[in-house]
């Protein structure tokens, strides 16, 4: 079992700057990926960003690259989300996700932390 407790969200103003983190414990030296992901009120949940955590590669949707860095602290078994120029569309809520194996569906969640920007 993996545990992921998410912190940092809150309100914030357009083009403001937000960083989320994601503490994981349990068996968290067998996590092959960390993601985020988010959703709207009203929205399907979408995919962020993820690291894969052997490596630090990094991968994010379109409409985040260049605002948005995701980096891991191996030590610390704790992943990021450094959110920059935010704008009202990020609004959402969102969660920190594990996945064991290199591909398929992840399997740990977190519980979410909201995310508000106004315009």
């Known amino acids: 079992q993996v545990q992921l407790v998410e912190s940092g969200g809150g309100l914030v103003q357009a083009g403001g700057s937000l960083r989320l983190s994601c503490a994981a414990s349990g068996r968290r030296f067998s996590t092959n990926r960390m993601g985020w992901f988010r959703q709207a009120p009203g929205k399907e949940r979408e995919f962020v960003a993820a690291i894969r955590w052997s490596d630090g590669n990094e991968y994010y949707t379109d409409s985040v690259k260049g605002r948005f860095t995701i980096s891991r602290d191996n030590a610390k078994s704790t992943v990021y989300l450094q959110m920059n120029s935010l704008k009202p569309e990020d609004t959402a809520v969102y969660y920190c996700?594990?996945?064991?194996?290199?591909?398929?569906?992840?399997?740990?969640w977190g519980q979410g932390t909201q995310v508000t920007v106004s315009s």
């Open positions: 996700a594990a996945r064991m194996k290199a591909y398929g569906n992840y399997d740990y």
